[in-house]
């Protein structure tokens, strides 16, 4: 299979407010270090890693949201760099920081987003009232975003990501919030989205999801690739959650001894 997805030695370092700088004892946060692997078409690929570990920075590049200080992003051999647009009509973006307008209605944030993707009118409709019941969504769709339980805006974020159908989605933590019966929708769903081809990348901490899910994964802290390997290869030596520890214990002791 090719790589669809190429993350190339990418570099992101933030300056901290006076109050970080406090807790980080530094003026300059490092957030990804060189990152590099990537995620082959039609498979779904987990990062694994802590809080802070550089997921969501990695996620937020490759959709174009922000500019990484050197290295670059491939999807489907265009550069993010150099085409951003042609990139962003490929993928689908969720994040747990997407922050609706309240006093809106999903079934008007669906036409809107959809109208924005250029997705076709008669399109439009059908899409949505597939989407919309899948996710439970239908019972509630002329409601204010404001009346909506955290779980149901979480759903709503998600279908709309993927209003024009990508070929690519970038999932940054889909099921924090859910509850069982809604996280379940969600792992059922992007199994379905890769039995139709789409490549999908997941950003998380939650060991269980990847193993429900994922065909490969990578473990990620402070910014490195720790290691990129398949499901398969992992169990064949231990589990994912013995082989996070042991690279995470061992990258702490390396840092500690520095």
Do not use: W
């Amino acid at each position: 299979m090719r790589d669809f997805l190429v993350f190339s030695s990418l570099v992101k370092s933030y300056r901290l407010n006076r109050r970080q700088r406090s807790l980080e004892r530094s003026k300059i946060k490092t957030a990804l270090n060189g990152l590099s692997f990537s995620v082959k078409a039609g498979e779904i690929y987990g990062l694994l890693g802590p809080n802070g570990a550089g997921k969501t920075t990695a996620m937020r590049i490759s959709s174009g949201l922000i500019k990484s200080d050197s290295g670059d992003v491939f999807v489907d051999g265009f550069s993010i760099r150099e085409n951003k647009t042609e990139i962003q009509r490929r993928i689908g973006f969720l994040s747990e920081d997407l922050r609706l307008e309240e006093f809106f209605t999903p079934d008007y944030l669906f036409d809107f987003f959809a109208s924005l993707r250029e997705v076709p009118k008669d399109t439009i409709k059908k899409r949505k009232g597939l989407l919309f019941e899948r996710f439970g969504i239908d019972n509630y769709a002329h409601k204010q975003v404001s009346a909506l339980s955290n779980g149901m805006r979480q759903m709503v974020s998600l279908v709309l990501s993927v209003v024009h159908d990508p070929p690519l989605l970038i999932f940054d933590e889909p099921t924090n919030g859910l509850d069982l019966v809604a996280a379940r929708n969600v792992v059922d769903f992007l199994l379905e989205m890769k039995s139709l081809g789409k490549t999908i990348i997941l950003s998380t901490h939650i060991f269980n999801l990847v193993e429900k899910t994922c065909d490969r994964a990578g473990i990620i802290t402070n910014g490195r690739l720790l290691f990129s390997g398949s499901l398969s290869e992992i169990n064949s030596q231990s589990n994912l959650e013995e082989k996070f520890f042991s690279l995470y214990d061992e990258c702490q002791n390396k840092e500690r001894v520095k």
